[in-house]
């Protein structure tokens, strides 16, 4: 199928992929193609492990030369984004997954680039508390013993190890001890290392909450057998439905974000947080708790970890990455003893020695806790000016979730979202659609943007804010 658009571009959309060919004068077909399959594996419309059509069908589809198709089938593997092999169909490659992509330069096609970035899952960088990381690196360095510049225990320095579990009890309620603590490069990284080792012990797919960050997931169903997706509502994850899921799938692991769902920002009920233990201790099951902005709630304190409830049946994934910065790749693991230490035994080195002392002494010496009061206060105003802003500008249009984290879900009318998020692209407006964060396997559900407000800097926040403001008033 051939079609015109407004922009003159021609655009032919492929029936069984849904690529969409946007061929410009001075841009071949090919590489339009290539784009398309790329941008299709990027968003997770194809997940690793996906057999792609054959060459021959797919010209067929697109109205292609065949060679067209197998330069680009070629091309595309040569990158890493697909595997080949003789007599098998050409796979989608379980490529490394990027917790939230970098932003997209100018290229002509899709609007201006990013003018205003409000991508979920960042803290403004220019909060990066420079001098004080400085001072913990100069005291860190100076007091660390000889012992520290060997190769060290995978699992990290005993000194963050020690750090992390006084704070996450005082902070998070987490109960354990140090030698429970293993701490990763980012909470990805943690995620990618316990996964390994759930699912070689259970032999099944993790369940994952049906709207979550699309990189865990594809990381999840490349490492194992596909995850399967637990539903929502306004409550939160379902817990109750757990001991269905694992009669039908057996899975016997659970990956939650109890404290602010991924991307909802509903916490979840007590009462399904307790389902979700109980269901673990009959099912000889875990559940994996994804904290990963848990100490940014703005109405109350927040919630303590599930880790509390039941330490022994829990897996907690922490992040420096919101109140400090995910460029540092500083995550942790809290777990029962033998999974830290079947973990440790998949590390291949472990964490940088200074980044682990810096980050114990900022824990130790309360710089930590100072970083998130600031950071606190900075993005409460901003979430407080995000509500104000969508406020009655009519039906359909709402903020979901609680006062709490770096991004909020914004609902939007029925099927306006493909139409927004284009707007926000023509306009170099940086943000997600709520669809990008679905299960390939969840029923249908709402439209909505996830709007990271914490992302801009200081400066840029005001111009950010119209523009997203714009955006809504021409679905309001
Ligand atoms: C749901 C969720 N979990 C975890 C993380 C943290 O990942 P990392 O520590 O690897 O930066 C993020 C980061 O944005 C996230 O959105």
Do not use: C, N
Request: charged content about 20%; cysteine-free.
């Amino acid at each position: 199928m051939t079609s015109q658009t407004s922009s003159g571009s021609r655009r032919r959309v492929g029936a069984d992929l849904h690529l969409d060919l946007a061929v410009t004068a001075g841009r071949g077909v090919r590489v339009a193609l290539t784009d398309a399959l790329r941008d299709a594996v990027r968003s997770g419309r194809l997940p690793a492990g996906t057999a792609l059509p054959s060459s021959r069908g797919l010209a067929a589809d697109l109205g292609l030369a065949r060679t067209t198709v197998v330069d680009a089938y070629a091309e595309l593997t040569a990158e890493g984004w697909l595997t080949a092999r003789q007599g098998a169909p050409t796979r989608v490659a379980a490529t490394v997954p990027v917790p939230h992509p970098a932003p997209r330069p100018a290229d002509g096609r899709d609007g201006p680039g990013v003018v205003h970035d409000l991508r979920p899952g960042r803290p403004d960088a220019s909060m990066f508390p420079r001098a004080a990381w400085w001072q913990a690196v100069r005291r860190a360095v100076a007091a660390a013993p000889d012992a520290a510049w060997d190769y060290g225990d995978p699992a990290g320095r005993p000194e963050l190890r020690t750090a992390l579990a006084t704070y996450l009890a005082r902070v998070r309620g987490v109960r354990a001890g140090p030698e429970q603590v293993v701490v990763t490069a980012g909470a990805t990284e943690g995620l990618r290392l316990l996964a390994g080792v759930l699912t070689d012990r259970a032999g099944a797919g993790l369940a994952v909450e049906e709207l979550g960050l699309h990189a865990h997931r594809r990381m999840l169903d490349a490492i194992g057998p596909p995850t399967v997706p637990l539903a929502l509502d306004d409550a939160g994850a379902r817990t109750a439905e757990l001991p269905d899921l694992t009669a039908a799938t057996g899975t016997r692991a659970v990956l939650l974000t109890p404290a602010h769902q991924f991307p909802t920002g509903i916490p979840l009920r007590p009462a399904r947080r307790t389902a979700a233990v109980a269901w673990a201790r009959e099912a000889d099951g875990i559940v994996v708790e994804d904290d990963y902005d848990g100490e940014f709630r703005y109405d109350r304190r927040p919630v303590g970890a599930v880790q509390g409830l039941a330490p022994e049946r829990a897996a907690y994934l922490g992040t420096a990455s919101k109140a400090l910065a995910p460029g540092l790749r500083l995550g942790w693991l809290v777990l029962p003893v033998d999974l830290a230490r079947a973990v440790a035994a998949r590390m291949a080195g472990g964490v940088g020695v200074v980044d682990q002392l810096a980050l114990a002494d900022l824990l130790d010496s309360g710089g930590y806790d100072r970083q998130v009061r600031t950071a606190r206060r900075h993005y409460r105003l901003r979430r407080e000016e995000l509500v104000a802003l969508v406020a009655g500008r009519g039906p359909g249009l709402r903020v979901v979730g609680h006062p709490a984290g770096l991004h909020a879900l914004i609902e939007l009318p029925d099927g306006t979202e493909a139409g927004v998020l284009d707007a926000a692209r023509q306009r170099g407006v940086a943000l997600e659609g709520l669809g990008a964060f679905r299960h390939p396997r969840a029923a249908a559900g709402r439209d909505g943007i996830v709007v990271g407000f914490a992302t801009p800097s200081a400066s840029a926040w005001s111009g950010a804010l119209t523009a997203l403001g714009d955006l809504l008033a021409a679905v309001g």
